[in-house]
């Protein structure tokens, strides 16, 4: 039976959220007249996939395009109107004013239960020649057309790039592979600007290494036109000239409609909205790039610009606008960045979150794991950093880098943190084994067992760092030819195999600081002369993370 009063449910914007929570509201309510409006020429396409249509590897722009017109309209019965823009939100009356952007006309529109889904805009900040043309940002599908046919038309050789995060670096491997020389400008000292420094260092040499000049902790001062190219003036004095520029310095949320409508805003600039995804008004909700939501581990609000949690904050004003008790539990920010053959990826708290909150109780180790067994061909390094909370183990965070097998690791220690476990359950986590795939102990298991061994007090850590190593003596357990390779100032080298015997040489009144390659010899090390009354520590990830450190700190102006 069809209830006598259906409801109007209006869903501005697309895309992830808003798409997403379009076909949900008609999976659960068949008898409510849901209509979409999307300023924009089409309402669901795979924003993330740009770079790559633009760089050439998704050829065919219809492949962006996720959910089609006709797809709203005879699957799901929903009325999908493109090139409508909501102009003005009249709370009282709870009706739009919207304009059809084509038909230049304007109309009002009534509503029941209304959802802002309007995402974010691309930062344009005012600097001098900014609106020069050669000078682009991404956002949607006719941004890429634009891009494309600049290159394509004016023949463009090079590039540059303003911003280092997900869209700037993506953008560098794209354009890298049309043929175009490429500078990536960014103001801060290191790309991925959420990760922490020392896990970005083989990033820096991934670009390097590729041909991408890095011009860190470099800011923008404006742009100029000379001899028929574009010139990138930076306020540190290098220009940098270039036949396009993409600008990629972060978004901002677009709040517009929602602030001149009373909606409460946050301290972020984002609509603010409870764990229903509704706003400060009863009958409006708001999901995706343009709302404030909580950090699952500071408990800070935050803004976070990802698909997943756009689409599931979609669903959550779905059902909580058809009466079901469905809540949004906050973020913790798991993502992956692909970079020609490298992946970069974190979820959880970094070190520099967990300090900007104030939160202090927390250890951190370093590994560097085989993808999958050494003994079957093609296993590569994975740099994996853990955070976990000090007292009891609980995992806060994680990030990682290498070419094979990061996305797994990040995914299992993601649903870690997600349930609240501790190092001690991923020392214990059965996790699937063949050569091919991992290890008997996988690098999950490998960061729960050093977590763990530091908690117990059986191999505590210590990190190259710390003000406080200044005071030990360094000891390098590598082999004689390793060391000759390269080591720390200041260390002293003996060799795991010949340390028992050399005991007598080392000064028991001073702790020692251990370190080998990865920190697994240094590990046996540690409990060698912590069992001969030395106070010892093993400095974690070994050489391999000092020269992380080291890189990171050289490009510190």
Same mark, same amino acid.
């Given at each position: 039976?069809?209830?006598?009063?259906?409801?109007?449910?209006?869903?501005?914007?697309?895309?992830?959220?808003?798409?997403?929570?379009?076909?949900?509201?008609?999976?659960?309510?068949?008898?409510?007249?849901?209509?979409?409006?999307?300023?924009?020429?089409?309402?669901?396409?795979?924003?993330?996939?740009?770079?790559?249509?633009?760089?050439?590897?998704?050829?065919?722009?219809?492949?962006?395009?996720?959910?089609?017109?006709?797809?709203?309209?005879?699957?799901?019965?929903?009325?999908?109107?493109?090139?409508?823009?909501?102009?003005?939100?009249?709370?009282?009356?709870?009706?739009?004013?919207?304009?059809?952007?084509?038909?230049?006309?304007?109309?009002?529109?009534?509503?029941?239960?209304?959802?802002?889904?309007?995402?974010?805009?691309?930062?344009?900040?005012?600097?001098?020649?900014?609106?020069?043309?050669?000078?682009?940002?991404?956002?949607?599908?006719?941004?890429?057309?634009?891009?494309?046919?600049?290159?394509?038309?004016?023949?463009?050789? !090079?590039?540059?790039?303003?911003?280092?995060?997900?869209?700037?670096?993506?953008?560098?491997?794209?354009?890298?592979?049309?043929?175009?020389?490429?500078?990536?400008?960014?103001?801060?000292?290191?790309?991925?600007?959420?990760?922490?420094?020392?896990?970005?260092?083989?990033?820096?040499?991934?670009?390097?290494?590729?041909?991408?000049?890095?011009?860190?902790?470099?800011?923008?001062?404006?742009?100029?036109?000379?001899?028929?190219?574009?010139?990138?003036?930076?306020?540190?004095?290098?220009?940098?000239?270039?036949?396009?520029?993409?600008?990629?310095?972060?978004?901002?949320?677009?709040?517009?409609?929602?602030?001149?409508?009373?909606?409460?805003?946050?301290?972020?600039?984002?609509?603010?909205?409870?764990?229903?995804?509704?706003?400060?008004?009863?009958?409006?909700?708001?999901?995706?790039?343009?709302?404030?939501?909580?950090?699952?581990?500071?408990?800070?609000?935050?803004?976070?610009?990802?698909?997943?949690?756009?689409?599931?904050?979609?669903?959550?004003?779905?059902?909580?606008?058809?009466?079901?008790?469905?809540?949004?539990?906050?973020?913790?920010?798991?993502?992956?960045?692909?970079?020609?053959?490298?992946?970069?990826? !974190?979820?959880?708290?970094?070190?520099?979150?967990?300090?900007?909150?104030?939160?202090?109780?927390?250890?951190?180790?370093?590994?560097?794991?085989?993808?999958?067994?050494?003994?079957?061909?093609?296993?590569?390094?994975?740099?994996?950093?853990?955070?976990?909370?000090?007292?009891?183990?609980?995992?806060?965070?994680?990030?990682?880098?290498?070419?094979?097998?990061?996305?797994?690791?990040?995914?299992?220690?993601?649903?870690?943190?997600?349930?609240?476990?501790?190092?001690?359950?991923?020392?214990?986590?059965?996790?699937?084994?063949?050569?091919?795939?991992?290890?008997?102990?996988?690098?999950?298991?490998?960061?729960?067992?050093?977590?763990?061994?530091?908690?117990?007090?059986?191999?505590?850590?210590?990190?190259?760092?710390?003000?406080?190593?200044?005071?030990?003596?360094?000891?390098?357990?590598?082999?004689?030819?390793?060391?000759?390779?390269?080591?720390?100032?200041?260390?002293?080298?003996?060799?795991?195999?010949?340390?028992?015997?050399?005991?007598?040489?080392?000064?028991?009144?001073?702790?020692?600081?251990?370190?080998?390659?990865?920190?697994?010899?240094?590990?046996?090390?540690?409990?060698?002369?912590?069992?001969?009354?030395?106070?010892?520590?093993?400095?974690?990830?070994?050489?391999?993370?000092?020269?992380?450190?080291?890189?990171?700190?050289?490009?510190?102006?």
């Amino acid at each position: 039976m069809t209830p006598p009063n259906p409801k109007t449910i209006v869903i501005v914007g697309g895309v992830a959220g808003g798409a997403s929570c379009a076909t949900r509201l008609r999976r659960m309510d068949e008898t409510a007249e849901i209509i979409v409006l999307e300023r924009g020429p089409y309402a669901s396409f795979a924003n993330c996939g740009l770079p790559y249509h633009i760089g050439g590897v998704i050829a065919d722009e219809d492949d962006l395009l996720v959910a089609k017109g006709p797809l709203f309209k005879n699957r799901f019965a929903i009325d999908l109107r493109v090139r409508h823009e909501a102009l003005s939100i009249d709370r009282e009356a709870r009706e739009l004013l919207v304009r059809d952007l084509d038909g230049d006309a304007t109309y009002r529109l009534g509503y029941d239960a209304l959802v802002l889904s309007p995402g974010a805009a691309p930062l344009r900040p005012p600097l001098p020649g900014i609106d020069l043309p050669g000078i682009f940002t991404l956002r949607n599908i006719p941004d890429t057309r634009r891009i494309r046919a600049w290159i394509a038309d004016r023949g463009a050789k !090079s590039a540059v790039i303003v911003g280092g995060g997900f869209i700037g670096l993506e953008m560098a491997e794209n354009l890298h592979h049309l043929g175009l020389r490429v500078t990536l400008v960014e103001m801060l000292p290191q790309v991925m600007p959420p990760m922490d420094p020392e896990m970005v260092a083989p990033v820096h040499a991934c670009l390097e290494e590729k041909g991408i000049r890095l011009a860190l902790g470099s800011a923008v001062a404006g742009f100029s036109e000379k001899d028929g190219h574009l010139e990138v003036l930076t306020k540190d004095g290098p220009t940098h000239a270039a036949d396009l520029v993409i600008l990629a310095i972060g978004v901002r949320p677009e709040t517009t409609l929602a602030g001149a409508a009373g909606l409460t805003l946050g301290e972020r600039g984002g609509i603010r909205v409870d764990d229903q995804m509704r706003t400060s008004d009863p009958h409006i909700w708001a999901v995706g790039d343009a709302v404030e939501v909580r950090d699952r581990i500071t408990g800070a609000w935050t803004l976070l610009a990802l698909a997943g949690p756009a689409n599931r904050q979609g669903r959550i004003a779905a059902d909580a606008i058809c009466g079901r008790p469905a809540s949004f539990h906050g973020v913790q920010g798991t993502a992956i960045c692909g970079l020609f053959d490298l992946a970069v990826a !974190s979820t959880g708290a970094s070190e520099k979150a967990l300090q900007r909150a104030g939160i202090i109780g927390y250890e951190k180790i370093y590994l560097h794991a085989g993808s999958h067994a050494g003994y079957y061909p093609g296993a590569e390094r994975i740099h994996l950093k853990l955070l976990f909370r000090s007292t009891d183990g609980l995992v806060l965070g994680a990030q990682a880098v290498g070419r094979d097998g990061v996305d797994k690791r990040i995914d299992v220690l993601a649903m870690a943190i997600r349930r609240g476990a501790t190092v001690h359950d991923l020392e214990e986590a059965e996790l699937c084994y063949a050569p091919q795939f991992g290890s008997a102990k996988d690098p999950v298991n490998f960061a729960g067992m050093i977590a763990a061994n530091h908690l117990r007090g059986d191999d505590p850590v210590i990190h190259w760092q710390d003000p406080q190593l200044d005071g030990h003596q360094l000891l390098d357990v590598r082999d004689p030819d390793e060391f000759a390779a390269g080591h720390a100032p200041g260390a002293r080298n003996i060799p795991l195999n010949d340390l028992r015997a050399a005991l007598g040489e080392l000064d028991r009144d001073r702790p020692l600081a251990v370190y080998c390659a990865v920190g697994g010899r240094a590990h046996n090390a540690v409990r060698l002369l912590r069992q001969h009354g030395f106070q010892a520590a093993n400095l974690s990830g070994g050489y391999a993370t000092y020269r992380h450190v080291r890189a990171s700190a050289a490009r510190v102006p």
